[in-house]
Nanobody
Framework: QVQLVESGGGLVQAGGSLRLSCAGSGLIFSDYTMGWFRQHPGKDREFVATITWSGSRTYYADSVKGRFTISRDNAKKMVYLQMNSLKPEDTAVYFC?????????????????WGQGTQVTVSS
């Protein structure tokens, strides 16, 4: 079955950096647009970043643009989220997701598979 497993979360001070990783299995990874979403406590899941199957196109939420970078390695079936200049408001559970739609996808319900999430906590 399809599995997406996130790793790399943790506790970091404001201004610091983290790199999240997501390993895919059970799917033809290069067929899927990949995305990162996050969920703050008590709030709905929100879009963070997405990357097309080839990695040629990316798109970011305004709140992370210029600070976060999404990338992928299809040979390793991995997608990454490099997070720099972290702020306390970036504290959330971060999820990776896969969409068969094949283009830039920012709407959560258009994603077919989801990971379990990894906690990121940014202290002030």
């Amino acid at each position: 079955q399809v599995q997406l497993v996130e790793s790399g979360g943790g506790l970091v001070q404001a201004g610091g950096s983290l790199r999240l990783s997501c390993a895919g299995s059970g799917l033809i990874f290069s067929d899927y647009t990949m995305g990162w979403f996050r969920q703050h406590p008590g709030k709905d899941r929100e879009f963070v970043a997405t990357i097309t199957w080839s990695g040629s196109r990316t798109y970011y939420a305004d709140s992370v643009k210029g600070r976060f970078t999404i990338s992928r390695d299809n040979a390793k079936k991995m997608v990454y989220l490099q997070m720099n200049s972290l702020k306390p408001e970036d504290t959330a559970v971060y999820f990776c997701a896969a969409s068969a739609r094949g283009d830039i996808v920012v709407f959560g319900p258009l994603y077919d598979y989801w990971g379990q999430g990894t906690q990121v906590t940014v202290s002030s």
